[in-house]
């Protein structure tokens, strides 16, 4: 699960890096506004992918999507990026389950296979 979960991150980070270079050109915001806050939302898409594994790392990451969704107010297209990135982390928390659930079932196997 953390390595899907953390691929979405990361993939978000240069979303949001994209979204800073749009919203830039908004006459409502300066600069440093923008940076300070697209900055922020980046480090915190990397400290997410480190902490997915601990206790409420999956909950922050709902809480983040649901942040990039709120982006669509400052630039329109977040809306339909941040859908689109939400769906993606569910999948990546859903499969990632599966797969950790599959690896631990063949762990089980190979440990129980006399000869190994």
């Given at each position: 699960?953390?390595t899907?979960?953390?691929?979405t991150?990361?993939?978000?980070?240069?979303?949001?890096?994209?979204?800073?270079?749009?919203?830039?050109?908004?006459?409502?915001?300066?600069?440093?506004?923008?940076?300070?806050?697209?900055?922020?939302?980046?480090?915190?898409?990397?400290?997410?992918?480190?902490?997915?594994?601990?206790?409420?790392?999956?909950?922050?990451?709902?809480?983040?999507?649901?942040?990039?969704?709120?982006?669509?107010?400052?630039?329109?297209?977040?809306?339909?990026?941040?859908?689109?990135?939400?769906?993606?982390?569910?999948?990546?928390?859903?499969?990632?389950?599966?797969?950790?659930?599959?690896?631990?079932?063949?762990?089980?196997?190979?440990?129980?296979?006399?000869?190994?």
């Amino acid at each position: 699960m953390r390595t899907l979960c953390a691929s979405t991150l990361i993939g978000e980070f240069f979303v949001i890096g994209f979204a800073g270079l749009v919203a830039m050109k908004s006459d409502d915001l300066s600069m440093t506004t923008v940076w300070t806050v697209c900055g922020a939302a980046m480090l915190l898409s990397l400290l997410l992918c480190g902490m997915i594994t601990r206790p409420g790392g999956i909950q922050l990451g709902w809480a983040f999507q649901l942040a990039l969704i709120a982006g669509g107010f400052v630039v329109p297209a977040m809306f339909f990026l941040g859908v689109l990135f939400g769906g993606l982390w569910w999948a990546s928390v859903h499969f990632g389950r599966k797969i950790d659930t599959a690896r631990a079932r063949w762990a089980e196997q190979a440990a129980a296979e006399p000869g190994t």
